[in-house]
């Protein structure tokens, strides 16, 4: 069994491998792969997605992108393979369904909204009788 | 020779620290000669390292290691602030220029704001200087010289990053002087019109560098990297990209209080973080406490004796924040709907899109710390940052208009009946003829929207067609400025959704297509130059009527051992045809060359937006003829 399962894993290595790093036919599908291929990081570089990096292992990733979409698979279910093998690393779209997930997309907006409240606080302290003035330059 | 400079240096100090006492002592004039006399010592110290690159003296450490004989002349000088000590010793010969320079221009009348500036300009500048010759000398020496160096760092060695770094450090540096003047203001709780006219013009003479420095840095990683992309949300571009935001914030921020005295501990606290975002940026990159394809001198000791500096300019600027900001004014009133509510957005709004930035460059490090590995990446800021600037632009032409106190209203429908039609032509258009998002479409719509808005406002104040030469460089200068940051959204969203990248494997004499042109590798052939030999490929490019040559090189560099991509760009006047040449593979029994290649839609858009805010900023500075008011 544990034979069969290496087999076919290397099997399915080499035709990653030596999958051209060439566009794929369909215009649609090929726009998703780089899509995706800018949003995932390449494991062996300092801070590029596997759309940039040179790298052997990127275009192995590359390949396997275009391999996925071509068979069908949706981008969560690409970024998913990706994120099992390599771990939420590779992602350069953090995922927002844990505590930190919260913290880190909810900071901004949550921030903003803050802000705009103190913004608000000001101005209203500030009505008094109040003369326009025109701005002469600027 | 090298001595000289050492011993200049460490006059240089001493008289800096000289600039400091007596200038929080009251004494504008003895601590503003210091201040000259200070700078003059410094740059004869800078000017010996440089002559050291440029006779190539390794029996300079500094030059053994960052330098080489065949290096171009260019390469060679530009190696003297392409390493950290010597960038260093930039650093404290702009933090120095620009207390001489600040002894020199600043007029405001008030002989102790001067002199306590300049005060606080000269000790920034003896932490600077310490920093410089006790933990970071580039004047050692090394015994026995070698015969050759080791070469500067290949990627380094191109026009544009020459030029980066001195344009960033006058940047950075620049906020110091803002940085000094905040507090001495703070020092004697008086932030009013006549400080802020003052801060204004530095807050400006910082704030044009460092746009030009941001602009080149991102023009080279286009075309040096091989990426075919300008902005990568990479944490280096992101260091230098929040004092950015912070000093835009300021500048209109310090507007208020020049005008209506408003805002003024708010433009303060701005003027000492721009000071305080710039070492950090500095922080981050050179600790290496992030990863990053940008960094080049990672030292973890160096970055605790930053971020000790850091600490403690930070501590003193926000502890004489906390004591002093209730005794600044409040200036005169005003209404949400207001110039002063609008600019209160605009600071909003800044404010909290650098604090997202900062948030997604330090969170894989907070994660790490708590045992998460993740990456933040273009997808974050993407859809966070860019709704929020999108948000605040595209109220930036209505507002404009508006009088301080309290604006007039009267005219919102046409605004909003305009601007409702521009969004609505552009996903016509987008929807139906260019089939592009709807995103991109409101994208264009809004760049459109920001450069007729500035156009309007322009001749909404002139009136006539012959006032508008007459119009105050300011007021040009904000047009410009607005018109540039127009183009430069247009520009970003047309690159961004309409890029095309694509991988070609093309054998000697093979042809093949992409993004439309067909492409035919003439040859590749061996070549050599100065310090480096590379492989060379010579392409034709053929769409249409138009035919192209392009040469993509890799080159190698043996003192460095480090191979570079040289790209090679064809303009076509509506975009970039970007070729860079990779590896070469068996394909199907036969060597062929891999190119990769995109086609860059208006990506001179980006640059040239940029690069006309800067020159609107450059307007701002030019000085107004002097009217009736005091």
Known sequence: MRFLVILLASVFMMGAACAEDVALDNPNEEARAQALMRELRCVACENEPISQSSAPIAEDMRARVRVMIEGGASDTEVRNWFEDRYGEFVLFRPKSDSLSGWVLWGTPFALLVFGGLIGLAVARSRKASVEPVRPEDI | ?630
């Open chain 2, 1 to 630: 020779m090298i001595e000289l400079g050492h011993l200049a240096a460490f006059l240089s100090l001493a008289l800096a620290l000289a600039q400091g006492i007596y200038g929080l002592m009251g004494q504008r004039r003895i601590a503003g000669w210091a201040a000259m006399a200070a700078f003059g010592l410094m740059l004869i110290s800078f000017l010996t390292l440089v002559m050291a690159f440029v006779r190539s003296d390794f029996s300079v450490a500094l030059v053994a290691q960052h330098s080489h004989t065949l290096k171009p002349m260019l390469y060679k000088i530009s190696g003297a602030w392409g390493n950290h000590e010597g960038s260093m010793a930039l650093w404290c010969l702009v933090t120095l220029g620009f207390g001489a320079a600040g002894a020199v221009w600043m007029k405001t009348g008030r002989e102790k704001l001067e002199a306590r500036t300049l005060g606080i300009q000269g000790l920034l500048a003896v932490g600077a200087m310490s920093y410089l010759l006790f933990a970071s000398s580039p004047f050692l020496r090394l015994d026995p010289a070698p015969f050759q160096g080791a070469g500067l760092n290949p990627l380094l060695q191109d026009p544009a990053l020459s030029f980066h770094p001195p344009m960033l450090y006058l940047g950075y540096v620049g906020y110091s002087f803002v940085f000094a003047l905040a507090a001495a203001g703070m020092m004697e709780s008086r932030i009013d019109a006549v400080w802020a006219r003052e801060a204004r013009r530095w807050s400006l003479a910082a704030f044009v560098p460092l746009t030009i420095g941001i602009a080149l840095g991102s023009y080279w990683a286009y075309y040096e990297l091989g990426w075919g992309g300008w902005w990568f949300w990479d944490p280096v571009e992101n260091a230098s990209l929040m004092p950015w935001l912070i000093g835009a914030a300021l500048l209109h921020s310090v507007i208020v209080t020049e005008k209506r005295e408003g805002f003024s501990a708010w433009t303060a606290l701005l003027a000492v973080l721009a000071f305080l975002f710039s070492i950090m940026g500095a922080f981050l990159v050179r600790s290496g406490v992030l990863t990053s394809v940008h960094a080049f001198a990672v030292d973890p000791e160096r970055g605790a004796i930053l971020l000790f500096g850091l600490v403690l300019y930070g501590g003193f600027a926000l502890i004489l924040f906390a004591l002093r900001a209730y005794k600044l004014s409040g200036g005169k009133p005003w209404v949400l709907l207001s110039r002063e509510g609008a600019l209160m957005a605009n600071n909003i709004v800044l404010i909290v899109a650098t604090l997202t930035v900062l948030l997604g460059t330090l969170f894989p490090l907070m994660a790490e710390a708590a045992g998460k590995t993740i990456s933040v990446g273009e997808p974050y800021f993407r859809l966070t940052f860019t709704p929020m600037l999108a948000a605040l632009l595209v109220i930036l032409p209505v507002v404009q208009a508006w009088a301080w106190g309290k604006a007039d209203l009267s005219n919102w429908m046409k605004w909003a009946a305009g601007g409702i039609a521009l969004v609505l032509v552009f996903m016509a258009l987008g929807v139906g003829i260019w089939s592009i998002s709807l995103g991109a479409a409101f994208g264009l719509a809004l760049g459109v929207w920001l450069v007729f808005g500035a156009l309007y406002e322009l001749s909404r104040r002139a009136v006539t067609v012959k006032r508008v030469f007459k119009m105050p460089p300011r007021v040009w200068g904000m047009t410009l400025a607005h018109v540039g940051l127009g183009l430069f959204v247009i520009g970003a969203v047309v690159e961004t959704t309409g890029r095309y990248e694509t991988t070609v494997a093309l054998a000697e004499g093979g042809t093949g297509t992409a993004a439309g042109w067909t492409l035919t590798l003439d040859e590749v052939r061996a070549i050599e130059g100065p310090n480096w030999y590379a492989d060379r490929a010579v392409l034709t490019a053929v769409k249409g009527g138009t035919k192209a040559v392009l040469a993509p090189m890799k080159r190698y560099y043996p003192a460095a051992q480090m191979p570079t991509t040289e790209t090679a760009i064809h303009k076509t006047g509506t975009g970039d045809l970007y070729m860079a040449l990779g590896e070469q593979r068996i394909v199907d029994g036969e060597p062929r060359w891999v190119f990769r290649v995109y086609f860059n839609p208006l990506i001179d858009l980006v640059y040239f937006g940029v690069i006309l805010m800067a020159i609107g900023g450059g307007f701002c500075l030019w000085p107004r003829k002097r009217t009736k008011t005091a």
